[in-house]
């Protein structure tokens, strides 16, 4: 099946603590993103990647990295200098129109606890 | 930066009613994208609008782009318990990012 998937779904941390959030996608989509949702809350953007080896800041980077090694793969890591990682995270992937972005097609997303 | 709200916030349907819901852009926009979250889930795609004063129907669900680009708005007709959720507006710009509306939750009331 084709898709894009997330692991963990559940995650638990120490405060202090690096942490890596899993983003795979096998639809051969060019351009992935990382969101953050609080509760009752809209998408934040984390961080996007339009081809391999690159990628753009969003609105709330502070806090977050991200690599762009393979196509398929976006994973992000929620630093310490994170204030208030306790959030829900997801992954999407889209294809690239002109100047346009297209439907963005998202994973189940991680529900990452800072303790 | 671009900023795209949503009105209202909360939306409680008595079953087979109908109901609209709103997204408004600081700026104009290249295209609009609704996304359907339900409790628990992950948002997923409903539909592109792209034209000047497009109008997509899906069965129940009419979505219309404004002439300046800058609004839209979704229609439910007839809801039902399946229309649960939260719905999002995204609207494009240049740099293939969205931005997205702080959504409409709907309670339907049975």
């Known amino acids: 099946d084709g898709g894009i998937t997330q692991s963990p779904k559940y995650l638990f941390r120490k405060e202090g603590q690096n942490v890596t959030l899993s983003c795979e996608q096998n639809?051969?989509?060019?351009?992935m993103y990382w969101y953050r949702q609080d509760p009752g809350q809209g998408l934040r953007l984390i961080y996007y990647s339009q081809i391999v080896n690159d990628f753009q800041k969003g609105d709330i980077a502070e806090g977050y990295s991200v690599s762009r090694e393979k196509k398929e793969s976006f994973p992000l890591t929620v630093t310490s200098a994170q204030k208030n990682p306790t959030a829900f995270y997801l992954c999407?992937?889209?294809?690239?129109?002109?100047?346009?972005?297209?439907?963005?097609?998202f994973g189940p997303g991680t529900r990452l606890t800072v303790l | 930066g671009q900023q795209v709200m949503q009105i209202p916030q909360y939306q409680h349907v008595q079953e087979g009613e109908d109901f609209t819901t709103y997204c408004n852009s600081s700026?104009?926009?290249?295209?609009i994208q609704w996304y359907k979250q339900r409790p628990g889930g992950h948002p997923v795609f409903l539909i592109q609008l792209v034209k000047s004063g497009e109008v997509k129907k899906q069965k129940r669900l009419t979505f219309q782009f404004g002439e300046a680009k800058k609004n839209s708005s979704l229609h439910i007709t007839a809801t039902q318990t399946t229309d649960v959720g939260t719905y999002f507006c995204?609207?494009?710009?240049?740099?293939?990012?969205?931005?997205f509306g702080g959504g409409t939750r709907v309670l339907v009331k049975p």
């Open positions: 995204a609207g494009g710009a240049a740099g293939n990012k969205l931005t």
């Open positions: 999407a992937s889209s294809i690239i129109h002109r100047g346009t972005p297209g439907a963005q097609f």
């Open positions: 700026t104009t926009l290249s295209n």
């Open positions: 639809l051969n989509h060019d351009a």
